[in-house]
């Protein structure tokens, strides 16, 4: 297959069985034997639909004939493929954008038989009308975002921030990477990406962190197998330095820890002489953060399966510092994920009572005097603000701490940060510092 029509599987698959497009596109990139240009292309279209579902709905309107809820859902995956291709990409030629659609509906809409004709005459009217199309004014259709989420996201983050973040939302996030201070400085691997020919330079404000341009394949490298950094965004990695884990033997948890970029930020940040455990619910991911840890080199890191809502009463009172990123709605990270943007709002009424829950558990590892860090990578007060003012309102041993940031950003007093996309480029995300008194019965 080629990567359209491996695109058009992952829209048909996200559409049909609720799939997570970047799953998917893994899954059908290997079955289909794309090489790395058509992974990378099958990975912009699918994408590049999804981020632009409404507008192109909004455009499509305009050069149908008919009415657009009429459209069979295949062809109209295969319109917006075509769609996109046009009008949002300058490097596809129009005829065969157009051709190669003609064919997709050829192949897969054999009991529509006006639909090759059908996407050949929308899709050649696209192109005789390229620029001359009345652009879509609303936030809605301008970001192809659901108008409840806007609502719910414009509640948190503001009407002067909003759009802001429906921009950033729609953009294609860069690869960050946190160096591994164990091995090698910051200063050296710049240079040995250079000599692998990589892309790469200092992030703005996260000290030891690279931004790379094209990348490729990144587990091919010789300086990724050797462990010399790992991928991680930086609001990920912000929200482990704001524990502030001395450089000494002390014991950490992770509780929600797949794939490990935490963990591993952690283990970085005390020189590696932190004893680690890092655990998660899915028995399938434990060997994801076991061979990451390896990879890199952390011998004092450990990982197992466990429900991060459920007591180990062997660990009680056991840790100096305890991570709780706990699951989410994930409305922080719809660039990376933006099928997201279409899940339904109140499948997420659940979690934070779960969130709590967790947070209520694992406050119990904590040792007096210890550090327990709540976090999520969303931006939703309900999951966010709500659960750390409900949790201390039951736990008067904990209390906010201030945050300690990076120069770039605000003065903290109130121990809680949102990080909104398109400020500090970042992914969207929250960090609450807390900290369990030393003396638990004053």
């Known amino acids: 297959m080629g990567a359209r029509e491996t695109a058009l599987n992952a829209l048909i698959a996200c559409r049909k069985d609720a799939a997570w497009s970047n799953g998917i596109l893994k899954e059908y990139v290997v079955r289909d034997r794309l090489d790395r240009r058509d992974a990378a292309l099958a990975a912009k279209l699918c994408y590049g639909v999804l981020?632009?579902?409404n507008k192109l709905d909004f455009y499509l309107k305009q050069l149908l004939t008919g009415k657009l809820k009429d459209l069979h859902p295949v062809v109209h995956d295969i319109l917006h493929l075509g769609l996109y291709q046009i009008y949002e990409l300058d490097k596809i030629p129009d005829?065969?954008?157009?051709?190669?659609?003609?064919?997709?509906?050829?192949?897969?809409?054999?009991?529509?038989r006006f639909a090759p004709g059908l996407v050949n005459g929308v899709l050649r009217n696209a192109v005789k009308t390229k620029g001359s199309l009345k652009e879509p004014a609303s936030l809605e259709d301008k970001y192809s975002?659901?108008?409840?989420?806007?609502?719910?996201?414009?509640?948190?983050?503001?009407?002067?921030?909003?759009?802001?973040?429906?921009?950033?939302?729609?953009?294609?996030?860069?690869?960050?990477?946190?160096?591994?201070?164990?091995?090698?400085?910051?200063?050296?691997?710049?240079?040995?990406?250079?000599?692998?020919?990589?892309?790469?330079?200092p992030h703005a404000w996260m000290r030891d962190c690279l931004v790379l341009g094209s990348t490729g394949d990144l587990e091919r490298l010789k300086s990724?197998?050797?462990?010399?950094?790992?991928?991680?965004?930086?609001?990920?990695?912000?929200?482990?330095?704001?524990?502030?884990?001395?450089?000494?033997?002390?014991?950490?948890?992770?509780?929600?820890?797949?794939?490990?970029?935490?963990?591993?930020?952690?283990?970085?940040?005390?020189?590696?002489?932190?004893?680690?455990?890092?655990?998660?619910?899915?028995?399938?991911?434990?060997?994801?953060?076991?061979?990451?840890?390896?990879?890199?080199?952390l011998e004092k890191l450990s990982a197992k399966q466990q429900d991060a809502?459920?007591?180990?009463?062997?660990?009680?009172?056991?840790?100096?510092?305890?991570?709780?990123d706990v699951p989410c709605s994930g409305y922080g990270i719809i660039r990376k994920k933006p099928d997201i943007r279409y899940k339904n709002i109140e499948d997420m009424a659940q979690l934070p009572a779960?969130?709590?829950?967790?947070?209520?558990?694992?406050?119990?590892?904590?040792?007096?005097?210890?550090?327990?860090?709540?976090?999520?990578?969303?931006?939703?007060?309900?999951?966010?603000?709500?659960?750390?003012e409900n949790f201390l309102k039951d736990n008067e041993d904990f209390y906010l701490e201030p945050l300690p940031l990076?120069?770039?950003?605000?003065?903290?007093?109130?121990?809680?940060?949102?990080?909104?996309?398109?400020?500090?480029?970042?992914?969207?995300?929250?960090?609450?510092?807390?900290r369990r008194k030393a003396c638990t019965n004053t």
Request: net charge negative; glycine share 6%.
């Open 406 to 434: 990076p120069d770039c950003f605000p003065e903290n007093s109130s121990g809680m940060l949102a990080l909104v996309p398109g400020e500090y480029d970042t992914d969207g995300f929250f960090i609450a510092r807390m």
């Open 95 to 112: 005829n065969a954008a157009v051709n190669e659609a003609v064919d997709l509906a050829k192949k897969y809409c054999k009991k529509q």
């Open 224 to 297: 990724f197998q050797e462990g010399l950094y790992y991928v991680q965004d930086v609001a990920a990695k912000l929200s482990v330095l704001c524990a502030e884990l001395p450089e000494k033997e002390i014991c950490i948890l992770d509780c929600c820890a797949a794939p490990g970029g935490k963990s591993f930020a952690s283990a970085i940040a005390t020189k590696g002489l932190a004893e680690i455990t890092s655990c998660d619910i899915h028995e399938h991911k434990v060997p994801l953060i076991q061979n990451g840890a390896a990879r890199l080199g």
């Open 51 to 53: 981020q632009n579902r």
């Open 354 to 388: 779960l969130q709590l829950a967790i947070l209520k558990n694992q406050s119990r590892y904590v040792k007096a005097g210890g550090i327990l860090m709540y976090s999520t990578c969303t931006l939703v007060r309900a999951e966010n603000e709500e659960v750390v």
């Open 145 to 201: 975002h659901p108008w409840e989420l806007i609502k719910l996201l414009r509640d948190y983050v503001g009407k002067d921030r909003i759009e802001m973040m429906l921009k950033a939302n729609n953009e294609a996030p860069r690869t960050v990477i946190q160096v591994n201070t164990l091995k090698i400085t910051a200063e050296d691997l710049l240079k040995r990406l250079e000599e692998e020919q990589v892309e790469a330079a």
């Open 309 to 324: 809502s459920e007591n180990v009463a062997d660990w009680n009172d056991s840790f100096d510092a305890v991570i709780a």
